[in-house]
C-alpha cells in the first residue's frame, strides 16, 4: 500500500515561493513506470494538474503554472518537492501529491495518466 503525504507550511505571503514536501512511503520514487504529481484545488473550485515528475525524474507541468512551477526530488529520502514562485491569493488551495502510472508525451504535450493513489491533502493560504 503507497501511502503519500504533503507536508509544509499553511500560509505563504504573497510574492513568496510555496514550498510542499511529499513524503513517499510502500513504494519508491524510482519504480519504473510510475509518475508522482502535484494536483491543488482552490476553494469552490475542480481539481488543477500542476505538474510531474516521473520516474527517470523527467519533469512536466501545466503550461498555465510552467513559468512558477518546479518539481524536485530527494531519492535518499523518497520524497519529491513542489516549489511554486511568485504566489499570490489565487493561488490558495488544497495542494495534493499523488502517484499514477506515466502518462503520454505526445507532440511536445505532456498528456497526464490518471491517479491511483492520493495523499490526503494540505490547504496553503496565501496572504499578508
Known sequence: QVQLQESGPGLV????????????????????????????????????????????????????????????????????????????PEDTAVYFCARGPKGTFYGGTYYPGFIDYWGKGTLVTVSS
Request: charge should be positive; aromatic fraction near 14%; include cysteine.
Open 13 to 88: 505571503k504573497p510574492s513568496q515561493t510555496l514550498s510542499l514536501t511529499c513524503a513517499v512511503s510502500g513504494g519508491s520514487i524510482t519504480t519504473n513506470y510510475y509518475s508522482w504529481t502535484w494536483i491543488r484545488q482552490p476553494p469552490g473550485k475542480g481539481l488543477e494538474w500542476m505538474g510531474a515528475m516521473i520516474y527517470t525524474g523527467n519533469t512536466f507541468y501545466s503550461p498555465s503554472l510552467k513559468t512558477r512551477t518546479s518539481i524536485s526530488r530527494d531519492t535518499s529520502k523518497n520524497q519529491f518537492t513542489l516549489q511554486l514562485s511568485f504566489v499570490t
